[in-house]
């Protein structure tokens, strides 16, 4: 078993203190009590729940041989007091791992909307190259060849690079990534050195974190120091402004033609950047324009983003997960151009997030669908219907409003005529629906097709 002394700890991580110093030899690491194991260096992280510093001796008593504080506490063993115990996780990461991501091409995509479909056209871009290429994102991981549960849409910093020495050592020689600028502020990717990365766009979400559009562009913008290469959508503002401050950025818009000759299976003007991105960071590999080609082609959809849901029925369904204004008015958009009829929509907003965006997204469905049902999301800890009436805004009565999403999907399947397009946006491949009682089962797909087949 792999294993560094404490001093190699010290040496890298140089605190300000040492508290009972030793020459203790640490085999894992860690910062979850449930995951310690006998001889784990064990990170004491605030949160704002609760304080990992009152963990420690639960820690101890699970075998961990040394901790990494804040402040000291009163257990008998060695303690690293730092400023910033989760700031120290990743470099301590990355050391105990043997810096994986300097074995592994790592290729990460960043941005707003569309990470997830950049991410899969890549993977099977590597996949037709002959590569054995990881898969990290918020629906599916592969690890080594192999399935993995999914969790943070991009992992705390020791499960991530524990992941990539997975890869490496399983025989991986790439990975494909989503990085999230949450990820980034809060440390999770430092440590990791991307290959390529590549920016889609940049749009509103997330101000309930960052503050300002302009400190959430500033998350992505740090992500690119620790990137060889930059592949950059510059049809989007924040995408011009970021190719202007890396001049070695390699550029792609709507008409910049670097699918030209590939048959694009998916549906949508977006997808085609999406597809663009993927095929340029592809490019940065070293993969050949044929090669791409034949990826880009294999395959046939990405769950839960612009996914046709068919049983049968003489008007077309698509889940998707737009849960942005911009994504939203982008899915419509796309739905409108299939169409030949109308196009109906189910939608809501998530609770506990950004809520400035929520009239914007009841603008966005107003304009972009016939029909619109305005109905929960992931209500999460917030009141489903105080988060709608902020959905609504001025536009009180444009919107059916229904509370219950399954029945919300039902209204909309049973009013759909031929030639119609149905749209359930927000959850995409989502497995369970939030409340504030919990999680329920709940995957849009699922309930889309039952119905479906009541009908």
Same mark, same amino acid.
């Given at each position: *078993?792999?294993?560094? @002394?404490? !001093? ?10 040492? &508290?009972?110093?030793?020459?203790a ?14 001889g ?11 304080? %990992? ?15 990494? &504080?804040e ?16 700031? /120290?996780?990743?470099? #301590?990461?990355?050391?105990?791992? !043997? ?14 909307? %569309? ?13 037709? /190259? ?6 990290? $994102? ?9 399935? !993995? ?6 992992? =705390? #910093? ?8 997975? *890869? ?8 494909? *990534?989503?990085? @999230?600028?949450?990820?980034?502020? =809060? ?15 940049? $749009? ?17 913008? +740090? ?13 989007d503002?924040?995408g ?11 550029t792609?818009?709507? %008409? ?29 590999? %070293? ?40 994504s ?20 809501? #907003? ?7 965006k ?10 972009? +669908?016939?029909? #619109?049902?305005? $109905? ?16 609504e ?9 229904? &509370? ?20 359930? +946006? ?10 504030? @009682? ?11 097709r ?6």
């Amino acid at each position: *078993m792999h294993s560094l @002394t404490l !001093r190699d700890f010290i040496i890298a991580l140089r605190p300000a203190e040492v &508290v009972n110093e030793s020459q203790a030899e640490i085999r894992d690491v860690a910062y979850d009590t449930r995951t310690v194991q006998p001889g784990a260096l064990f990170f004491c992280l605030r949160g704002s729940q609760s304080d %990992g510093h009152t963990l420690a001796p639960a820690a101890a008593a699970a075998g961990a041989t040394a901790l990494v &504080v804040e402040e000291r506490v009163g257990v008998g063993l060695p303690q690293l007091v730092v400023p910033d115990s989760r700031a /120290a996780m990743p470099p #301590a990461a990355a050391l105990f791992f !043997r810096e994986p991501t300097h074995e592994l091409d790592v290729a990460g995509v960043t941005g707003t909307n %569309g990470k997830t479909t950049t991410a899969f056209l890549l993977h099977a871009i590597l996949e037709s /190259a002959g590569r054995r290429a990881g898969l990290l $994102t918020n629906i599916e991981r592969l690890v080594a060849g192999r399935e !993995r549960p999914t969790g943070l849409n991009t992992p =705390e #910093a020791i499960d991530l690079q524990r992941l990539f020495r997975e *890869m490496v050592d399983g025989g991986d020689d790439s990975c494909v *990534m989503e990085a @999230t600028s949450i990820a980034q502020v =809060e440390g999770r990717l430092a440590g990791t050195h991307f290959a390529v990365l590549v920016f889609t766009n940049l $749009t509103q979400d997330h101000l309930d974190y960052h503050g300002t559009m302009e400190g959430y562009y500033e998350a992505k913008r +740090a992500l690119f120091e620790q990137a060889d290469a930059a592949v950059v959508n510059v049809g989007d503002e924040y995408g011009r402004r970021l190719a202007a401050e890396l001049p070695d950025a390699i550029t792609f818009d709507a %008409g910049s033609g670097v699918l030209d000759g590939v048959d694009l299976k998916l549906r949508g003007a977006f997808n085609r950047l999406n597809a663009a991105g993927a095929a340029l960071a592809a490019r940065a590999l %070293g993969v050949d324009d044929e090669t791409v080609k034949r990826g880009i082609e294999s395959v046939g959809g990405v769950p839960g983003r612009f996914e046709s849901i068919e049983e049968g029925q003489p008007f077309s369904v698509i889940v998707d997960y737009a849960h942005t204004p911009d994504s939203l008015a982008n899915v419509l958009r796309a739905a409108g151009e299939m169409a030949k009829g109308d196009v109906i929509a189910v939608f809501g #907003a998530g609770g506990d997030r950004d809520r400035g965006k929520r009239p914007l997204m009841g603008a966005a469905a107003a304009e972009g +669908a016939r029909f #619109a049902i305005l $109905t929960s999301d992931n209500p999460r800890s917030e009141d489903p219907e105080a988060i709608m009436r902020e959905v609504e805004g001025e536009r009180k009565n444009e919107f059916y409003v229904e &509370v219950d999403r399954r029945t919300a999907i039902e209204r909309a399947l049973a009013m759909a005529r031929p030639g119609d397009v149905v749209v359930l +946006a927000g959850r995409g491949a989502e497995p369970e629906q939030e409340l504030v @009682t919990g999680k329920i089962p709940f995957d849009d797909r699922q309930v889309a097709r039952d119905i479906l087949r009541r009908l």
